[in-house]
């Protein structure tokens, strides 16, 4: 009280900004006391790390969830504009805590983790983000990001995979995803998955002469690498069944 009286009645700032100081010293989570003491930083010529700080002692000591959110966006906005990466972080993943379908937290975190190479936990981000879309070619998209990272980051190849895998299961526009999963059978050999995949495409395309190719493909792998005479006709036939 003395500090605010202070700072109210007297306009003496400083005296108010030594009292609040003062209460902190005793006190360090006494939510009033880092209430003023951010109020006078905001109208002073304070350094961004130090508001930074004091702002980050006031949302922890918060209680209510929306004030604890507006707080955060300030620490994370504060950070960002002085390029302090790793307060700007904590600051996300506090608010992703508190609101975890905030999609403009999500992407904002998603390139910190990017930016600082924080790719195990960029793949944990974007793997809890998928599960909140339905729109299935979103959740594509993110599926062969997801792969992309695992397979030129992690070194994880058969995680990857099954990033691709899911991407083209659900998007036939993926063609990315196709060609990634096309690759890696043919490099290792794995001719009946390589004949799964390209049957599929054929299955699901709705260009005539994708679905043309693809059984014409069929037949040459079915014939050539597993010598299934009677599986490689029937891909030739159907092939002259196409529109």
Known sequence: RIARLHEEHTGKADRALKA???ILDLAPENETALVGLRQHQTGSEADT???VEVVTRLARVT???GRQIELWREVADLAQSEGMVEEERGACEELLSLASDDVINIDRLAHIYEETERFEEL???LSDRVEELTDEQEIAALHWRM???RETQLQDLPGAIGEYSEAWSRDVGQ???????DTYYRYNE???ELLSLISSRAERTPDPEDALAAWLQM???AGSRLDDVTESLRCYERALEVD
């Open 20 to 22: 609040w100081q003062e």
């Open 49 to 51: 790390a130090s508001r």
């Open 63 to 65: 209680t209510q969830q």
């Open 123 to 125: 793949v944990a981000l």
């Open 147 to 149: 792969g992309q990272i």
């Open 175 to 181: 063609r990315l995803a196709y060609t990634s999963l």
């Open 190 to 192: 794995d001719w009946p």
């Open 219 to 221: 037949g040459e792998v």
